[in-house]
């Protein structure tokens, strides 16, 4: 298998309440290799956000193994996880009285000392990555200042001063208007470009996205298969997302 590969093998992700077993999705079997951007797609309520939070080890896994370079996440410590994969949630960030610069170097936290101290290589690249996502300019407004689309900038920012070789995103457009949504995903094909990295992302701008992304995760009927657009709309597989609707793929 390919270096820096991340594996997904029988994997069940759901929830424990008590004795009581809610399994979302089972049977997951997934691969991403450096330079995959990957857009998660599936009505609400199929499990996209559960299956990113399972990934990034925010919540605990029923069944299964997810693998990084053949070893599993089980085998890693907390933080060296957190040194494999960043994640950027859904949740709009509204944080007072801190700079965007010093927002991204939150992602350094990993790697700094007890004291949490930047040095001077952390510095640099967190100033490459605001340049990366050309925040350079806004690096030290105040984050609760900023418009939406900058925040979303800053919180990709952070992700990448994180400089894990994997990316999550939980609906990175969800709060944006059109304009900055195609720029964020113009974004993440940039840095899967330029940083060879995996990045993946749950999305419901199929138009935004598709002329993109390489690779897509659709989950359909409890299912998650694995295709690029092309092959999922010659199979018809992407028609249930808009049962319904009146509306039909080509």
Same mark, same amino acid.
């Given at each position: ?37 990957? /857009? ?34 089980? +085998? ?9 994969? =960043?994640?950027?949630?859904? =949740? ?7 700079? =965007? ?55 990709? /920012? ?11 995103? +939980? #609906? ?21 470009? #330029? ?13 935004? /996205? ?29 028609? =249930? ?10």
């Amino acid at each position: 298998m390919d270096i820096n590969t991340l594996s997904i093998n029988n994997l069940s992700i759901g929830y424990k309440k008590g004795r009581k077993v809610d399994i979302i999705l089972s049977d997951i079997n997934l691969l991403a290799k450096p330079g995959d951007l990957i /857009a998660l797609i599936g009505r609400n309520g199929t499990g996209k956000s559960t299956l990113l939070r399972t990934i990034v080890n925010l919540q605990s896994k029923l069944t299964g193994k997810i693998s990084f370079n053949n070893k599993s996440f089980d +085998d890693y410590s907390n933080s060296e996880v957190s040194r494999i994969v =960043s994640y950027v949630s859904t =949740s709009r960030v509204i944080i007072q009285n801190i700079t =965007s610069f010093d927002l991204v170097g939150l992602g350094r936290s990993v790697y700094t000392n007890i004291f949490g101290s930047l040095t001077k290589n952390d510095n640099n690249i967190i100033n490459e990555a605001l340049k990366l996502v050309g925040a350079d300019n806004i690096k030290h407004r105040l984050v609760s200042e900023l418009s939406d689309g900058e925040r979303q900038k800053i919180m990709i /920012a952070r992700a990448i001063g994180q400089n894990t070789p994997v990316i999550i995103l +939980d #609906e990175p457009t969800a709060f944006l208007d059109l304009p900055n949504k195609y720029e964020v995903i113009k974004l993440l094909k940039k840095i899967t470009h #330029e940083k060879n990295k995996i990045i993946i992302f749950s999305t419901h701008d199929l138009s935004i /996205a598709f002329n993109q992304i390489n690779n897509t995760w659709f989950i359909n009927e409890n299912k998650i298969v694995s295709g690029t657009i092309n092959e999922l709309t010659e199979n018809k597989m992407l028609d =249930s997302l808009f049962a319904g609707t009146g509306i039909k793929l080509m």
